[in-house]
Nanobody
């Protein structure tokens, strides 16, 4: 059983910062790309940032220069540092990871439960 557990969401004023964390646990052989998505009220889910295991991260245009994604492979954890937050960043943020479970030969997508980020104006 593999699961992703997120933490770090909350309420912050515009211009503030938050750091999200997502830890993968369970029967894991290896983890490929890890990333963060978000879904704002009334909108489709969108990619925020993703970081491959051995390549540079990429970001949505709307967060470039404000958000930074990083990962600690020893801890199977991905982080999202969010600075200069805007009200339009308000959404439920979901962690995603492409994980190869033990005794499986291909990667599977896993999702966290989501964490609410609310930015007040």
């Amino acid at each position: 059983q593999v699961q992703l557990v997120e933490s770090g969401g909350g309420l912050v004023q515009a211009g503030g910062s938050l750091r999200l964390s997502c830890a993968a646990s369970g029967s894991i052989s290896s983890i490929n790309t890890m990333g963060w998505y978000r879904r704002a009220p009334g909108k489709e889910r969108e990619l925020v940032a993703r970081i491959p295991s051995r390549d540079s991260p990429n970001y949505a245009d709307s967060v470039k220069g404000r958000f930074t994604i990083s990962r600690d492979n020893a801890k199977n954890t991905v982080y999202l540092q969010m600075n200069s937050l805007k009200p339009e960043d308000t959404a439920v943020y979901y962690c995603n990871a492409d994980i190869i479970p033990l005794r499986v030969r291909f990667s599977l997508p896993y999702w966290g439960q989501g964490t609410q980020v609310t930015v007040s104006s």
